[in-house]
Protein backbone atom coordinates (compact mmCIF):
# COMPACT_ATOMS: atom_id res chain seq x y z
CA UNK A 1 0.00 0.00 0.00
CA UNK A 2 1.52 3.35 -1.05
CA UNK A 3 1.87 5.79 1.58
CA UNK A 4 -1.16 7.78 -0.36
CA UNK A 5 -3.12 5.44 -0.02
CA UNK A 6 -2.51 3.90 3.74
CA UNK A 7 -4.31 8.02 4.73
CA UNK A 8 -7.00 8.02 2.13
CA UNK A 9 -10.49 8.58 2.54
CA UNK A 10 -11.66 9.09 -0.83
CA UNK A 11 -14.88 7.30 -1.39
CA UNK A 12 -16.03 6.40 2.18
CA UNK A 13 -19.20 7.99 3.80
CA UNK A 14 -18.76 9.80 6.90
CA UNK A 15 -20.65 11.14 9.23
CA UNK A 16 -19.84 14.03 11.31
CA UNK A 17 -21.77 15.52 14.43
CA UNK A 18 -21.48 19.20 14.88
CA UNK A 19 -20.65 19.70 11.48
CA UNK A 20 -22.09 23.34 11.41
CA UNK A 21 -19.50 25.25 12.87
CA UNK A 22 -15.77 25.03 14.83
CA UNK A 23 -13.88 22.15 15.01
CA UNK A 24 -16.55 20.03 13.50
CA UNK A 25 -16.63 22.48 9.81
CA UNK A 26 -13.20 22.07 9.61
CA UNK A 27 -13.61 18.13 10.16
CA UNK A 28 -16.29 17.97 7.21
CA UNK A 29 -14.01 20.65 5.12
CA UNK A 30 -11.07 18.52 5.22
CA UNK A 31 -12.71 14.84 4.68
CA UNK A 32 -14.78 16.40 2.07
CA UNK A 33 -11.42 17.83 0.14
CA UNK A 34 -9.58 14.63 0.61
CA UNK A 35 -12.21 12.57 -1.72
CA UNK A 36 -15.14 11.45 1.02
CA UNK A 37 -18.74 11.87 0.91
CA UNK A 38 -19.55 13.64 4.03
CA UNK A 39 -22.92 13.99 6.05
CA UNK A 40 -22.76 16.87 8.55
CA UNK A 41 -25.35 16.51 11.26
CA UNK A 42 -25.53 19.71 12.96
CA UNK A 43 -28.94 21.51 15.09
CA UNK A 44 -28.12 24.55 13.00
CA UNK A 45 -27.57 25.41 9.25
CA UNK A 46 -23.99 25.34 8.11
CA UNK A 47 -22.56 28.16 6.38
CA UNK A 48 -22.88 28.33 2.58
CA UNK A 49 -20.79 25.61 1.15
CA UNK A 50 -18.86 25.99 -1.95
CA UNK A 51 -18.39 22.80 -3.98
CA UNK A 52 -14.48 22.39 -5.41
CA UNK A 53 -13.48 20.28 -7.92
CA UNK A 54 -12.44 16.58 -7.07
CA UNK A 55 -14.38 16.82 -4.00
CA UNK A 56 -16.73 14.45 -2.02
CA UNK A 57 -20.45 14.96 -1.71
CA UNK A 58 -21.84 16.70 1.52
CA UNK A 59 -25.23 16.16 2.59
CA UNK A 60 -26.33 18.39 5.85
CA UNK A 61 -28.64 17.25 8.05
CA UNK A 62 -30.51 18.87 10.54
CA UNK A 63 -30.78 16.82 13.92
CA UNK A 64 -30.36 16.76 17.46
CA UNK A 65 -28.30 14.26 18.97
CA UNK A 66 -29.85 14.33 22.52
CA UNK A 67 -33.43 12.99 20.74
CA UNK A 68 -32.75 9.22 19.99
CA UNK A 69 -35.14 9.31 17.21
CA UNK A 70 -33.54 12.33 15.34
CA UNK A 71 -30.22 10.44 15.48
CA UNK A 72 -32.13 7.40 13.88
CA UNK A 73 -33.72 9.33 11.36
CA UNK A 74 -30.10 10.97 10.05
CA UNK A 75 -28.77 7.71 10.04
CA UNK A 76 -31.58 6.89 7.72
CA UNK A 77 -31.20 9.71 5.64
CA UNK A 78 -27.85 9.38 5.08
CA UNK A 79 -27.82 5.60 4.20
CA UNK A 80 -30.42 6.83 1.47
CA UNK A 81 -28.26 9.11 0.15
CA UNK A 82 -24.87 8.10 0.24
CA UNK A 83 -24.78 4.38 1.68
CA UNK A 84 -23.91 2.96 5.22
CA UNK A 85 -21.79 5.55 7.21
CA UNK A 86 -18.13 3.34 7.94
CA UNK A 87 -16.86 6.36 9.65
CA UNK A 88 -18.38 8.57 12.47
CA UNK A 89 -16.72 11.87 14.09
CA UNK A 90 -19.05 11.57 17.23
CA UNK A 91 -17.98 15.95 17.56
CA UNK A 92 -21.36 17.96 18.50
CA UNK A 93 -20.85 19.31 22.28
CA UNK A 94 -21.65 22.00 24.33
CA UNK A 95 -19.44 23.87 26.94
CA UNK A 96 -20.40 25.28 30.21
CA UNK A 97 -18.16 27.70 31.90
CA UNK A 98 -18.76 28.37 35.20
CA UNK A 99 -17.43 27.96 38.66
CA UNK A 100 -18.32 24.51 40.18
CA UNK A 101 -20.41 26.54 43.52
CA UNK A 102 -21.90 28.31 40.13
CA UNK A 103 -22.67 25.35 38.40
CA UNK A 104 -26.24 24.57 38.91
CA UNK A 105 -28.53 21.14 38.16
CA UNK A 106 -29.49 22.15 35.30
CA UNK A 107 -26.55 23.14 33.41
CA UNK A 108 -24.70 19.59 34.25
CA UNK A 109 -27.52 18.13 33.22
CA UNK A 110 -27.65 20.18 29.98
CA UNK A 111 -24.00 19.17 29.77
CA UNK A 112 -23.85 15.58 30.17
CA UNK A 113 -26.83 15.00 28.26
CA UNK A 114 -25.13 16.16 25.03
CA UNK A 115 -21.66 16.06 24.96
CA UNK A 116 -21.65 11.74 27.20
CA UNK A 117 -25.81 10.80 26.72
CA UNK A 118 -25.73 12.17 22.53
CA UNK A 119 -22.09 10.72 21.97
CA UNK A 120 -23.33 7.43 23.47
CA UNK A 121 -26.70 7.39 21.28
CA UNK A 122 -24.68 8.11 18.15
CA UNK A 123 -22.39 5.71 18.56
CA UNK A 124 -24.59 3.11 19.53
CA UNK A 125 -27.02 4.12 16.43
CA UNK A 126 -23.78 3.45 13.88
CA UNK A 127 -22.38 0.57 15.74
CA UNK A 128 -25.62 -1.00 15.18
CA UNK A 129 -25.62 -0.45 11.49
CA UNK A 130 -22.57 -1.52 10.53
CA UNK A 131 -22.65 -5.13 12.38
CA UNK A 132 -25.88 -5.48 11.04
CA UNK A 133 -24.05 -4.65 7.83
CA UNK A 134 -21.43 -6.93 8.95
CA UNK A 135 -19.02 -4.12 7.71
CA UNK A 136 -15.78 -2.81 9.38
CA UNK A 137 -15.79 0.83 10.47
CA UNK A 138 -14.58 3.80 12.72
CA UNK A 139 -15.94 5.62 15.75
CA UNK A 140 -13.48 8.97 16.13
CA UNK A 141 -15.43 10.97 19.24
CA UNK A 142 -14.24 14.18 20.78
CA UNK A 143 -12.79 14.26 23.97
CA UNK A 144 -10.36 17.06 25.75
CA UNK A 145 -7.15 17.78 27.16
CA UNK A 146 -9.34 18.75 30.06
CA UNK A 147 -10.50 15.48 30.27
CA UNK A 148 -7.05 14.76 32.25
CA UNK A 149 -5.90 17.73 33.17
CA UNK A 150 -8.57 20.02 34.30
CA UNK A 151 -9.18 24.21 34.93
CA UNK A 152 -11.13 26.25 36.79
CA UNK A 153 -14.32 27.16 36.03
CA UNK A 154 -15.10 23.88 33.62
CA UNK A 155 -16.03 21.30 36.42
CA UNK A 156 -18.82 21.03 33.97
CA UNK A 157 -17.12 20.48 31.12
CA UNK A 158 -13.85 18.25 32.06
CA UNK A 159 -16.20 15.70 33.85
CA UNK A 160 -17.79 15.41 30.48
CA UNK A 161 -14.94 14.89 28.57
CA UNK A 162 -13.38 12.51 31.07
CA UNK A 163 -17.02 10.32 30.69
CA UNK A 164 -16.02 10.08 26.77
CA UNK A 165 -12.32 9.00 27.28
CA UNK A 166 -13.98 6.29 28.86
CA UNK A 167 -16.63 5.82 26.84
CA UNK A 168 -14.09 5.67 24.28
CA UNK A 169 -12.01 2.73 25.65
CA UNK A 170 -15.53 1.03 26.86
CA UNK A 171 -16.73 0.53 23.65
CA UNK A 172 -13.25 -0.12 21.60
CA UNK A 173 -12.88 -3.21 23.96
CA UNK A 174 -16.72 -4.19 23.09
CA UNK A 175 -16.79 -3.90 19.86
CA UNK A 176 -13.41 -4.83 18.53
CA UNK A 177 -15.18 -8.64 17.60
CA UNK A 178 -17.05 -6.45 15.20
CA UNK A 179 -13.85 -5.08 13.84
CA UNK A 180 -15.34 -1.52 14.53
CA UNK A 181 -12.28 0.56 15.94
CA UNK A 182 -13.30 3.60 18.11
CA UNK A 183 -10.73 6.06 18.81
CA UNK A 184 -10.98 9.76 20.28
CA UNK A 185 -9.03 13.08 19.47
CA UNK A 186 -7.91 15.60 22.16
CA UNK A 187 -7.85 19.25 20.99
CA UNK A 188 -6.35 21.51 23.49
CA UNK A 189 -7.11 25.15 23.35
CA UNK A 190 -8.49 25.66 19.67
CA UNK A 191 -10.28 28.91 19.30
CA UNK A 192 -14.32 28.24 18.31
CA UNK A 193 -17.62 29.76 19.06
CA UNK A 194 -17.75 27.77 22.58
CA UNK A 195 -14.91 29.27 23.75
CA UNK A 196 -14.10 32.25 21.77
CA UNK A 197 -15.34 35.17 24.36
CA UNK A 198 -13.06 33.54 27.04
CA UNK A 199 -10.08 33.03 24.38
CA UNK A 200 -10.74 36.66 23.02
CA UNK A 201 -9.73 38.24 26.65
CA UNK A 202 -6.65 38.29 29.44
CA UNK A 203 -7.49 34.12 29.50
CA UNK A 204 -6.26 33.64 25.80
CA UNK A 205 -3.05 35.15 26.33
CA UNK A 206 -2.47 33.37 29.44
CA UNK A 207 -2.79 30.34 27.66
CA UNK A 208 -0.55 31.38 25.04
CA UNK A 209 2.23 32.20 27.01
CA UNK A 210 1.62 28.86 29.00
CA UNK A 211 1.69 26.72 25.72
CA UNK A 212 4.70 24.71 24.62
CA UNK A 213 4.81 26.10 21.35
CA UNK A 214 3.65 29.91 22.21
CA UNK A 215 0.58 29.34 20.62
CA UNK A 216 -3.26 28.53 20.27
CA UNK A 217 -4.08 25.82 18.24
CA UNK A 218 -5.17 26.51 14.16
CA UNK A 219 -8.54 24.66 12.25
CA UNK A 220 -5.64 23.18 9.78
CA UNK A 221 -3.70 21.48 12.97
CA UNK A 222 -6.71 18.67 13.38
CA UNK A 223 -6.15 17.74 9.64
CA UNK A 224 -3.30 15.13 10.42
CA UNK A 225 -5.54 13.23 13.41
CA UNK A 226 -8.60 13.62 11.31
CA UNK A 227 -7.45 11.90 8.40
CA UNK A 228 -5.23 9.54 10.38
CA UNK A 229 -8.20 8.03 12.40
CA UNK A 230 -10.60 8.21 9.77
CA UNK A 231 -8.47 6.10 6.97
CA UNK A 232 -6.15 2.42 7.23
CA UNK A 233 -3.06 4.61 8.81
CA UNK A 234 -4.53 3.59 12.32
CA UNK A 235 -6.02 0.03 11.04
CA UNK A 236 -4.69 -1.65 14.45
CA UNK A 237 -5.54 1.56 16.52
CA UNK A 238 -8.36 1.37 19.12
CA UNK A 239 -9.30 2.62 22.43
CA UNK A 240 -6.55 5.68 22.07
CA UNK A 241 -6.77 9.25 22.64
CA UNK A 242 -5.13 10.99 20.01
CA UNK A 243 -4.04 14.64 21.63
CA UNK A 244 -3.82 17.53 19.42
CA UNK A 245 -2.59 20.62 21.79
CA UNK A 246 1.01 21.90 20.83
CA UNK A 247 2.49 20.14 23.97
CA UNK A 248 -0.21 21.98 26.48
CA UNK A 249 -0.97 19.29 28.75
CA UNK A 250 2.56 18.66 29.12
CA UNK A 251 2.96 21.74 31.41
CA UNK A 252 2.26 21.19 35.31
Not at 206 to 215: D, E, G, I, V
Amino acid sequence: MTDEALFSVAGKTIAVTGGSSGLGLRMVEVLSRHGANVISISRTHPPERSREQGCGEVVDIIADVTHAEEVKRAFDEAEARLGTVTVVFNNAGVAQMARALDTTREMLAHVFEVNVAGAFCVAQEAARRLIAADCAGVIVNSTSILAERPQKGAAAYAMSKAAVSQMTRALALEWACHNIRVNAIAPGWFPTRLNETVLEGPAGGFLRARNPMRRLGEAQDIDGAVLMLASDASRYMTGMVVTVDGGHSLQG
